[in-house]
């Protein structure tokens, strides 16, 4: 049965984070469940960005990297992001994509443990870990071996120098123990590097506590700083002094400006800086870093936890579908919903005005972030599923798929 538009209603106005939902911009009669792969516009974040770019980059020109504190923004908005991770500030930096911290905290912790030549992942997580870490092996002349998830403890040998895991799966939403898997790498002698690109601004995340040594996650998505958004990268304090990162840019240099001839290391995560920052990108993950100002992150996930069941609930009784069950312990913020045609079913629902995306074959994917996802949404979405399901508008020729993003 699908939940009554009282019973969420209710739910909305007993919710502690609905507030939340006023911090950004999300146009009239669209049900938005996608903000885990790109997150909504910041109702802050134009007026910022046309600040930054009519005083401080058209007054201030090349006065504002020390006027506006553009050359620390990597570092400063990285300590912005460190408590919505568990982490110390200093630990962490904003820079360059997920997929290039990834190469340099790999090869760091490949450094780190001479003599072992074996990077250890999940065989299903996402697709550029596995890329980068297989140039990286092939570069470095290790292996990379990647298991199913059952099989991770036991494939922990003495040859393995790091292990790499997503935090919160981007299908199947589980959500790994990383105090547990941590301890695990700890006790062979390897090190661990965590994906939280589903977990940072979702859960909640103890990076420090829980005795990561590195972690890397995603700007645009929970986050909400913008297509493309720069990523962050944390390192923890005890590898300060020791983790060498393969790619040496200036702005990881202790002195970038003395222009000395040879690479001399920045002190902590700011060596993990390569080339010159994006400042206006920077900028819109400021905004969109700052939607979890006051945001309590043990409720924002179990806000999340409660909006995921309702929707498998309900999408578990519509005719031709079957719902992933959400992973019993904990999970991310979405839920996947199979069925063979799920690209022009999703494209069919996105026309209803009801935002997802699809990951091939057959899965559709439905985010449920807690600062702009309301109860009453989950009613609206399941009718809008029900009626593309029952009306067969889906095998229409405008629904056939078409552009490469899905
Ligand atoms: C788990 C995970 N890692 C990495 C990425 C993407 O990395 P990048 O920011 O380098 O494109 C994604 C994108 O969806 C992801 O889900």
């Known amino acids: 049965m699908l939940p009554s538009p009282a019973q969420l209603a209710a739910l909305d106005a007993a919710d502690p984070l609905y507030f939340a939902r006023a911090r950004f911009r999300l146009p009239p009669g669209i049900v938005y469940l996608d903000g885990n792969s790109l997150g909504p516009l910041p109702a802050a974040l134009p007026e910022r960005l046309a600040q930054t770019v009519a005083s401080e980059w058209g007054d201030g020109l090349i006065r504002s990297w020390n006027d506006a504190g553009w050359i620390d923004l990597p570092v400063s908005l990285g300590a912005a992001i460190a408590p919505i991770v568990g982490a110390e500030p200093a630990s962490v930096v904003a820079c360059d994509s997920v997929s290039l911290n990834l190469f340099k905290l790999a090869s760091a912790a490949l450094a780190l443990r001479p003599g072992r030549r074996t990077i250890l992942m999940e065989a299903s997580d996402f697709p550029t870990d596995a890329y980068v870490m297989q140039g990286l092996a092939q570069l470095a002349g290790v292996t990379l071996k990647r298991v199913e998830r059952a099989d991770l403890t036991a494939a922990l040998d003495g040859d393995v120098a790091l292990l790499l895991l997503t935090h919160a799966h981007y299908v199947a939403s589980q959500v790994h123990d990383m105090a547990a898997m941590s301890a695990a790498a700890h006790k062979a002698g390897a090190l661990s590097l965590w994906d939280l690109s589903h977990s940072a601004g979702a859960l909640v995340v103890n990076l420090d506590a829980d005795g990561a040594d590195f972690a890397v996650g995603c700007g645009y998505k929970f986050l909400n700083g913008g297509p493309g958004a720069p990523a962050f990268a944390y390192m923890a304090r005890r590898h300060w002094d020791t983790a060498e990162p393969a790619l040496t840019g200036w702005m990881g240099h202790a002195a970038p400006f003395d ?148």
């Open 259 to 406: 222009f000395t001839a040879d690479y001399a290391p920045a002190a902590g995560a700011r060596r993990l800086l390569t080339g010159t920052p994006p400042i206006l990108a920077m900028r819109a993950l400021e905004a969109g870093v700052a939607t979890f100002d006051g945001i309590d992150l043990a409720a924002a996930e179990s806000k999340s936890r409660q909006l995921v069941h309702l929707f498998a609930a309900g999408a578990a009784t519509l005719p031709g579908v079957t719902v992933d069950a959400p992973p019993a312990v904990r999970h991310g913020a979405h839920v996947i919903i199979r069925h063979p045609e799920a690209r022009r079913l999703m494209t069919a629902l996105i026309a209803r005005g009801v935002i997802g995306d699809m990951r091939p074959p057959d899965a559709m994917r439905f985010g449920f972030p807690a600062l702009t996802t309301r109860f009453a949404d989950i009613g609206l979405a399941l009718e809008a599923l029900q009626a593309v399901l029952t009306s067969d508008e889906w095998r229409e020729e405008r629904f056939a798929p078409r552009g490469i993003v899905s």
